[in-house]
């Protein structure tokens, strides 16, 4: 019989650490496909002014950047969890969910004045 790894001793903090990296994930390809929906749009709507292919590019930019960056600030999370379960020495991040609110709320405006200013 193999011998217990430290991390069997907090299964349940590293399952519940797996599920949070999971919403990450969720959250970057919900921000990256907002800026994908509305290039999409853009181009099969068939009238659109050189404006608004502009806006619609930036918004497919902006979104995708923020996605990446949701992306990468969730893996580095999911480490840091991981390793500091094991050392007992969790702390929750409060930095990383005021960057993510950032975006969120940047993607969100930047949708708000697409549709203000095309629709």
Known sequence: MAEPTIDSSYIQQHLANERTFLAWVRSALAMKG???????????????????RNLATMLS??????????????????????????????K?????????????GVVM????LYVLLIG
């Open 109 to 112: 405006l930047s949708l708000l």
């Open 92 to 104: 929750s991040s409060s930095w990383i969910v005021i960057i993510t609110s950032t975006l969120v």
């Open 61 to 90: 930019v902006i979104s995708f950047v923020a996605g990446m960056t949701v992306l990468i600030l969730g893996t580095w999370l999911f480490f840091k969890n991981k390793r500091t379960i094991n050392e007992q020495q969790f």
């Open 34 to 52: 907002i800026g994908f929906l509305i290039f999409g749009i853009e181009l099969t709507a068939g009238v659109s002014s050189p404006m608004s």
